[in-house]
C-alpha cells in the first residue's frame, strides 16, 4: 500500500521560508517520477515541480524553490525561500504520473492529504 504524507506546512510573511517534506511508503522516491502541486482558494491545483532524472519547476518559483529526495528516508522535500502571497495554497506531494513526468499531467496514481501554506503580505 502506498501512502503520501506531507508535513511542514504554516503561515509565514512575504520573504519568509518554508521546508515541505514528503515521506513516502509502498513506493521509492528515488529514480521514480515525483511531483509537488498546490491549489490556490480560487484556482485549479498547478504543477510546482516534477522531478525524476530530470526537474523541472514552474517558472514563478524558479531560483526560489528547491525540490530534493532522500533515499535514506524514502522523502521528498521542498524547500522555498522567499515566499509571496501567491504562493499560498495547500500543496500536495504525487508520486507515478500516468503518462509522462511533468507539470501539466493531471493524474497521478498517489497524492498525499496536502499541507496548507499561507504567505502574508
Known amino acids: 500500500q502506498v501512502q503520501l504524507v506531507e508535513s511542514g506546512g504554516g503561515s509565514v510573511q512575504a520573504g519568509g521560508s518554508l521546508r515541505l517534506s514528503c515521506k513516502v511508503s509502498?513506493?521509492?522516491?528515488?529514480?521514480?517520477?515525483m511531483g509537488w502541486f498546490r491549489r490556490a482558494p480560487t484556482t485549479e491545483r498547478e504543477g510546482v515541480v516534477v522531478i525524476q532524472n530530470y526537474i523541472v519547476y514552474k517558472n514563478a518559483v524558479k531560483g526560489r524553490f528547491t525540490v530534493s529526495r532522500d533515499n535514506a528516508s524514502n522523502s521528498l522535500f521542498l524547500q522555498m525561500n522567499d515566499l509571496k502571497p501567491d504562493d499560498t495554497g495547500i500543496y500536495y506531494c504525487?508520486?507515478?504520473?500516468?503518462?509522462?513526468?511533468?507539470?501539466?499531467?493531471?493524474?497521478?496514481?498517489?497524492w498525499g492529504q496536502g499541507t496548507q501554506v499561507t504567505v502574508s503580505s
Open positions: 509502498g513506493y521509492s522516491v528515488v529514480n521514480n517520477c
Open positions: 504525487a508520486a507515478a504520473p500516468r503518462g509522462s513526468c511533468t507539470l501539466w499531467q493531471k493524474t497521478w496514481d498517489y
